[in-house]
């Protein structure tokens, strides 16, 4: 599987930023779809999960903010970020994992939220 992730950019705390990550390869075994995401000097750190079944988890630090969606074909991963903070800015990395635990990275996307 094969990840490409886009849609980061600069914007003002308030605003909003949608990303989007396209899964190529063979999509049928992947079970878990995640976003990541790591800021200057602190450790990559598990955003959103979307599961196989359909059912999304989120950190505490972006809970009712961001929201994570895939379509039926696993082909595209999204993540809507909305009332973006300051401490939000990081570079974002799409991740996978499949059902025998293997896993896959984007090449990330950087984030920056201006005060």
């Known amino acids: 599987v094969q990840l490409q992730a886009s849609g980061g950019g600069s914007v003002q705390a308030g605003g909003s930023l949608r990303l989007s990550c396209a899964a190529y390869?063979?999509?049928?075994?992947?079970?878990?779809m995640n976003w990541y995401r790591q800021a200057p000097g602190k450790q990559r750190e598990l955003v959103a999960t979307?599961?196989?079944?359909?059912?999304?988890k989120y950190a505490d630090s972006v809970k009712g903010r961001f929201t994570i969606s895939t379509n039926d074909s696993k082909s595209r991963l999204y993540l809507q970020m909305d009332s973006l903070r300051p401490e939000d800015t990081a570079i974002y990395y799409c991740?996978?994992?499949?059902?025998?635990?293997?896993?896959?990275w984007g090449q990330g996307t950087q984030v920056t939220v201006s005060s």
């Open positions: 390869g063979s999509r049928n075994s992947i079970d878990d």
């Open positions: 979307v599961s196989s079944d359909g059912s999304t």
């Open positions: 991740h996978v994992q499949d059902r025998w635990f293997k896993v896959y």
